[in-house]
């Protein structure tokens, strides 16, 4: 079993920056990709952004493209995600997720049903 826990959300203005953290405990030796996704206030969730477990390839939404950042660092078990150029559109509650594959394909690494773990979320708030 793998528990995710994140931090690092909080509320800003636009155009500020903030930095997602999740950390992985319990059995993670064989865990695959590391993604973030969002939920908005009445809509479903979506994809932020994917990585493989060593970290040479990463996926992002169109929507972030250029202005997220997803990282990992293994010996800390922790996946990060640096927000930057904010928008309020970007308000949600952000989750951290892990699988159990190693993903090499942008098609599955952005899909809910690739990760079997998943954190409780941090809330990201972006006024105007």
């Known amino acids: 079993q793998v528990q995710l826990a994140e931090s690092g959300g909080g509320l800003v203005q636009t155009g500020d920056s903030l930095r997602l953290s999740c950390t992985a405990s319990g059995r993670t030796s064989g865990g695959g990709n590391m993604a973030w996704f969002r939920q908005a206030p009445g809509k479903e969730r979506d994809f932020v952004a994917s990585i493989t477990r060593n970290g040479d390839t990463a996926y992002y939404a169109d929507s972030v493209k250029g202005r997220f950042t997803i990282s990992r660092d293994n010996a800390k078990n922790t996946v990060f995600l640096q927000l930057n150029s904010l928008k309020p559109e970007d308000t949600a509650v952000y989750y951290c997720?892990?699988?159990?594959?190693?993903?090499?394909?942008?098609?599955?690494?952005?899909?809910?049903?690739?990760?079997?773990?998943w954190g409780q979320g941090t809330q990201v708030t972006v006024s105007s």
């Open positions: 997720a892990m699988a159990g594959t190693i993903y090499y394909n942008s098609q599955f690494a952005s899909q809910e049903s690739s990760y079997y773990y």
